[in-house]
């Protein structure tokens, strides 16, 4: 295989789950709002787990091709990065703003379903009854997150995620062929990415999990990413918070519960450094969140500096065993 062409095969997934998510997030919520369904709670589900749909469809693919490291990676690896780079970076460029209802019930969950991983997670396995469990825990908390939305929400919440969400044009089929071609994109650009980034694992000397962690875990996130920097330059907090803390909780309780439920994960390679920097993270978020119910921008620093701190010592980590 010539050097290049893992790489080529990387990009090209990327881009193929980049334009896949965004078909399915656009196709799935504009149905949404078509059936009468709001634009708040659109936002609160099918646009959060819109946004992760590349990551549930490369670790699940990884799964069901046994690699467990690159599917736990992927989900490690993205919480991590969404907290220390990409709510870093929106804090950096517009201090955020944090509602009541993320800091009384979405963070929290959010600690408890990372404190769970660490748990579930710290002996290298991940077995059916234990993702059944925590896909048990995303149907439970999108029920409270849903009602509570509906109970509590502003008229400047309405307003942000009535701006974001967009509203139906044109036919339903239109609509259609946007999910179904989301849906192809997305499972054809995770064979690609999974492929890739093993052959660039072979070729480096380094294990799976740090690919997980790191490339794949990176390009999968650009979704958050975007969505989130998009809404920092509109000065929508609601948006660009709820959609990191969201994404992080469906992360490990949708796709860690939906990759370890298609088939048991073995990650040996997945360290208590990792998941304990996962832990960490969402634990430093809590209090940087409740001064001024605010995230600063030196918070946003700190937090950034934290994560290539993290990154530099997978570089020059070496494989398990």
């Known amino acids: 295989m010539s050097s290049n062409l893992p790489w080529l095969l990387v990009l090209a997934g ?25 634009p708040l709670v659109v936002g609160l589900t099918i646009v959060a787990f819109g946004t992760s749909s590349p990551e549930l469809f490369v670790s699940v693919g990884a799964a069901l091709s046994g690699r467990g490291d690159i599917a736990v990676g992927n ?9 220390g780079c990409i709510l870093a970076v929106c804090a950096l460029i517009f201090p955020l703003r944090v509602s009541t209802q993320i800091l009384r019930v979405d963070m929290p969950v959010a600690l408890l379903a990372a404190l769970v991983a660490a748990v579930v997670l710290s002996d290298g396995r991940l077995g059916t009854g234990e993702a059944v469990l925590l896909l048990a825990g995303l149907v439970a908390y999108t029920t409270l997150t ?10 400047s919440v309405r307003e942000e995620y009535a701006a974001s969400v967009p509203a139906p ?37 380094v294990s799976d999990a740090v690919i997980g962690l790191t490339i794949v875990a990176i390009g999968t996130s650009l979704p958050e990413f975007s969505a989130s920097l998009v809404a920092a330059f509109r000065r929508q907090p609601d948006i660009a918070v709820g959609n990191i803390v ?76």
């Open 146 to 155: 849903v009602r509570a939305a509906r109970r509590e929400q502003t008229l």
């Open 14 to 38: 990327l881009a193929l789950l980049t334009i896949g998510g965004e078909g399915l997030v656009r196709g799935s919520s504009r149905l949404a709002r078509r059936f009468g369904i709001t």
């Open 169 to 205: 044009a044109g036919s339903i089929g239109v609509e259609i062929a946007f999910v179904a071609g989301g849906l192809l994109a997305l499972m054809l650009g995770a064979r690609l990415m999974v492929d890739g980034a093993v052959a660039i694992a072979r070729a480096a000397g």
């Open 75 to 83: 989900v490690v690896g993205s919480n991590i990065g969404n907290i």
């Open 246 to 321: 969201g994404s992080n909780i469906f992360n490990i309780l949708g796709i860690l519960g939906a990759a370890g439920a298609v088939e048991p994960l073995r990650a040996y390679d997945l360290r208590a450094v990792d998941l304990g920097v996962m832990v960490s993270f969402t634990l430093l978020l809590l209090p940087f969140m409740k001064t001024g119910f605010r995230l600063q921008r030196w918070e946003g620093a700190l937090l950034l500096a934290g994560y290539v701190a993290y990154i530099v010592h997978l570089v020059g980590r070496t494989p398990a065993g």
